[in-house]
RNA sequence: GGCCCCAUCGUCUAGUGGACUAGGACACCACCCUCUCAAGGUGGCGGCACGGGUUCGAAUCCCGUUGGGGCUGCCA
């Protein structure tokens, strides 16, 4: 008797994949991954002149890089809700046929119009008994009855609205397409949809969409609204505001296990002190019970603590393979042929510790690939303010000249120096660094200039002491 | 305005009437470690919105106030 729990998310094409969508999708994908149930993906591509392919496959791709996706079988999908609109025209027509639903021929201004007048908001009801048939410019409309509607939520609770606070919506437009409403329902019967995940800003259609599901003879089903994101002024998160490109952070470098983990913590916690946990465990702790009830801040300060925390727990060799194209790409600061893949290799163990996102690898690890550093001009000059500064640095490059080009023998001879001037490591190898770097600031110094070689290194301190002089 | 939802550190949360001196994480501060910067370690700062109940006992239950949010389209 039980039936196989059918979930879905059903995001509409109108632009970059929203961060809060894909919390709403991993909410669904988890729930039937939990259930042994079924996630359906259904892109509600219907008539809007915002739609565009291209964001579909947008859509289609962030999903597959947060693992959701054909893959598993779980998954049922693309189903194009534009491939249905006879089924949601004949679900109208049985709803007139009914007699739960009726055409008014009042435009817009004609309602404002009346509402002003009679100083009542919204539609008043004014062609529920005019007997008007379908027609040219026509809306069809439901007839709201009388009493209240309860919507059984599965993280709210039981909320109830009384009918006459809802007015007679529209289903079907003026030219005959179905709005939201109605495609939405007629979609989510037909593909046999028995858990309804989404977004709280949906609470208000939920007894809309429960009269049609019982206008059209069908068990509702199992609602459950979810808080919003919201941004740093406590509003819903928002495409034009606020950077909520799931893409985008894809190309920042952050990790899609980070994200996934991220976002889960928002509005829910695993059990235990630990928020950074596998995602199976995740998968096994999730409940929508006790998702929280209010709205929660996407804060990306903590959205990236968490990837620096995930590239730190990477084995090397897949945080080698993870940067390999912020590394190749015609982005990287140098040229082509002058990366080597295996001196990267040699100090990724070095730059994986200071990275947040792994589009900051580039800069830390330049100066081993391009011909000469690019030279950060505070840096140099407080570097080379001292008066000590241009002295030993000859003094080290002396060192240079003869040493062992290795890490262990070349701090040998920065410390020699330091003794001999009684400076500390710390600040003795602020001018070297700068002149091999051309920062103040990165990874440690010993083992990237044995990699650079004798030449390059001496060549670069030759020129840091004569642009000083 | 109307309808609905919500309220624990700055932020995300744990907490489901006694184990709460309210726990963890991010951020911030200090110290330790240290070749810079990180990482790591230790410690610190900081919260139950307010007012009434109920109860032997309330962050937890009830009511009110205040504050925030969502919706209010022939968008989805």
Redesign the pocket.
């Known amino acids: 008797m039980a039936q196989t729990p059918r979930y879905r998310f059903?995001?509409?094409p109108?632009g970059y994949f929203h961060v809060g969508g894909a919390r709403t999708a991993l909410y669904n994908w988890i729930l039937a991954l939990q259930n042994n149930g079924v996630f359906v993906l259904r892109i509600?591509?219907?008539?809007?002149s915002?739609n565009n392919p291209q964001w579909t496959k947008g859509i289609l791709e962030a999903l597959a890089w947060l693992g959701i996706d054909s893959s598993d079988s779980h998954f049922e999908g693309p189903i194009f809700?534009s491939a249905n609109a006879a089924l949601h025209v004949a679900a109208a027509e049985k709803l007139f046929a009914q007699g739960v639903a009726y055409y008014?021929?009042?435009?817009?201004e004609d309602?404002q119009k009346r509402a002003k007048d009679s100083g009542k908001?919204?539609?008043d009801g004014h062609s529920r008994d005019r007997g008007l048939g379908p027609g040219k410019?026509?809306?069809l409309r439901f007839r709201v009855p009388p009493g209240s509607t309860i919507v059984q939520?599965e993280?709210?609770?039981?909320?109830?609205?009384?009918n006459s606070?809802?007015?007679d919506?529209?289903l079907l437009?003026?030219?005959g397409?179905?709005?939201?409403?109605l495609?939405?329902v007629v979609d989510d019967i037909t593909q046999g949809i028995t858990h309804v995940v989404r977004?709280?800003?949906?609470?208000?259609?939920a007894p809309k969409q429960q009269m049609i599901w019982q206008a059209l003879g069908h068990q509702p089903p199992s609602w459950a609204?979810v808080?919003?994101l919201?941004n740093?002024?406590?509003?819903?998160l928002s495409k034009r505001r606020d950077k909520v490109a799931v893409e985008q952070y894809r190309e920042e470098g952050i990790l899609a296990a980070a994200m996934k983990n991220y976002l889960m913590?928002?509005?829910?916690?695993p059990?235990g002190?630990?928020?950074?946990v596998p995602f199976e465990k995740i998968t096994a702790d999730f409940k929508l019970?006790?998702?929280?009830?209010?709205?929660?801040?996407?804060?990306i300060?903590?959205l990236?603590?968490?990837n620096?925390?995930y590239i730190?727990a990477m084995p090397v060799g897949e945080f080698i393979r993870a940067c390999e194209p912020w590394l190749t790409r015609e982005k990287a600061p140098w040229q082509a042929h002058d990366y080597d893949a295996k001196v990267f290799a040699e100090i990724a163990p070095?730059v994986q510790?200071?990275?947040q996102l792994l589009q900051d690898v580039p800069s830390m690890v330049d100066f081993l690939f391009c011909d000469l550093p690019i030279i950060d001009a505070d840096a140099f000059t407080k570097a080379f303010a001292p008066e000590w500064a241009s002295l030993t640095l000859i003094e080290i490059r002396e060192g240079f000249t003869t040493c062992e080009f290795t890490?262990d023998a070349l701090?040998a001879v920065?410390e020699a120096v330091g003794e001999k001037h009684s400076l500390?490591?710390?600040?003795l190898?602020?001018p070297l660094?700068v002149a091999v770097t051309g920062?103040?600031?990165?990874?440690?110094?010993?083992?990237p200039i044995a990699l650079l070689g004798r030449d390059a290194t001496l060549r670069r301190i030759d020129i840091a002491l004569a642009k000083k002089v």
């Open positions: 059903a995001p509409s109108t509600e591509d219907t008539d809007d915002r809700q008014c021929d009042l435009s817009t309602i908001q919204g539609y410019g026509r809306v939520d993280v709210r609770g039981s909320v109830e609205f009384d606070t809802i007015e919506f529209v437009r003026g030219n397409s179905p709005v939201f409403l495609a939405n977004a709280e800003e949906h609470l208000p259609n609204h808080p919003v919201v740093e002024q406590r509003k819903k913590t928002l509005g829910w916690a059990t002190d630990t928020e950074i019970g006790s998702v929280n009830h209010s709205p929660a801040f996407f804060d300060v903590k990236q603590s968490f620096a925390d730190r070095l510790t200071r990275v890490p701090k920065v500390k490591l710390g600040k190898q602020a660094r920062r103040s600031v990165g990874p440690p110094l010993f083992e």
